[in-house]
């Protein structure tokens, strides 16, 4: 489990340290004050030896690449665009470092290396090499991603080792892909764990009987209602969708972390003491960590009020202060007094 965050240059974070997390860490803050960055920097650091990986960052955000210039694809995450700094993430987990360090390389022979051999594997223009340093514990890896016409390659001098760390999910606004979310969903019955999500279905419709897999063009998760015709769980609305995505990522991989943004989004605020509810003990059940945004007032509360085990959750508000975000911790005792006079957390 990560118990800190440090983060160098990493977008709007220059200078930033979080020295206390939970099973369940909740964030506020107010808009453009660094939530999202904080859990992009999580996935990161998880997701680092995947090729497409800045492809998916530029992708949470909605920004779909046309081009893989290092302007477009990665310069965005240096603090201020300025590259001639390091990017630095790292975290303790379960007791080990874990680092990974992005730099722009401005030395290394391409052509040593990697040879295009066609049209789309030519270099774009004013292309260079980002290098990557990973440390995990004792052990260090050196890889250099580079930029090509139709997409990105990384070539490691030693390949880092496969499942050294825990898988990470994450889960922005409308980021669930159908076809995604029934492989999730067949991953999660054949563990024996489906009627645990439907049970918990239930509580947002309870109408809902079942809910199984049809393959079509492409497989999707279709929804029965009585004797009612089955019915596509993308037009059952936000929230069926979204508490599907979280409650499969959270069983899927035991000893996982699941990133959630707005956490809040699509469930009505009488649901959430049943979401927060369902989230720790299915949390807690798998050995999971849950790294959430909110910008929702009574999100928080029924964290604080609904969550059993008060040690395994944390609320962290990130603030702007000149040019660093400040996270302040706010202790189960400052949460009650501040929910009793009403005082601003979020």
């Known amino acids: 489990m990560i118990t800190s ?14 020295d206390q997390t939970a099973r369940i860490t909740l964030i506020g803050g107010k808009n ?15 997701a680092y030896n995947n090729p497409d990986i800045f492809v998916k960052i530029n992708i949470l955000r909605k920004n779909l690449l046309t081009s893989f210039s290092p302007d477009i694809t990665w310069e965005h995450l240096f603090y201020n665009k300025d590259v001639s700094k390091d ?3 790292e975290v303790y987990n379960d ?4 680092k990974i360090a992005l730099q722009r390389e401005d030395t290394i022979a391409f052509t040593s290396t990697f040879v295009p051999v066609n049209q789309d594997l030519r270099m774009p223009i004013n292309w260079y090499p980002l290098k990557i340093i990973y440390t995990y514990g004792e052990k260090q890896y050196i890889g250099h991603c580079f930029p090509l016409q139709n997409g990105m390659t990384i070539n490691w001098e030693i390949t880092p080792q496969n499942n050294m ?7 922005g606004i409308g980021s669930d892909v159908p076809e995604n979310l029934a ?6 019955v054949k563990s024996g764990q489906k009627q645990q999500i439907i049970d918990v279905l239930k509580l947002l419709d309870p109408e809902l009987e079942d809910i199984s897999t049809v393959a079509e063009d492409i497989p999707r998760l279709y929804i029965q209602k009585g004797t009612k015709p089955l019915l596509p769980l993308s037009v059952m609305g936000n929230g069926i969708s979204r508490l599907m995505q979280i409650l499969c990522s ?13 956490v809040e989004v699509g469930f009505h605020h009488t649901f959430f003491p049943h979401l927060w509810k369902t989230i720790g003990f299915l949390a807690k059940k798998m050995n999971v960590q849950v790294f959430a945004t909110t910008h929702s007032y009574e999100c928080v509360q029924d964290a604080v009020s609904s969550l059993p085990d008060k040690e395994e959750f944390c609320y962290i508000r990130l603030n702007k202060e000149g040019d660093d975000v400040i996270p ?3 202790p189960d005792d400052v949460l009650q007094y501040s929910f009793e006079q009403n005082i601003e957390i979020r």
């Open 250 to 262: 959270i069983l899927e991989y035991p000893g996982g972390i699941v990133l959630i943004d707005e």
């Open 32 to 46: 453009n004050v660094g939530k999202t960055t904080f859990l992009e920097s999580i996935f990161l650091l998880f």
């Open 5 to 18: 965050l440090h983060l160098n240059n990493f977008r709007c974070f220059r200078n930033f340290s979080l």
């Open 183 to 188: 492989v999730q969903f067949g991953h999660v």
């Open 165 to 171: 760390l825990p898988i990470v999910r994450y889960i």
């Open 95 to 98: 007791g080990k470092h874990v």
């Open 87 to 89: 990017v630095g993430i």
């Open 328 to 330: 302040y911790i706010f």
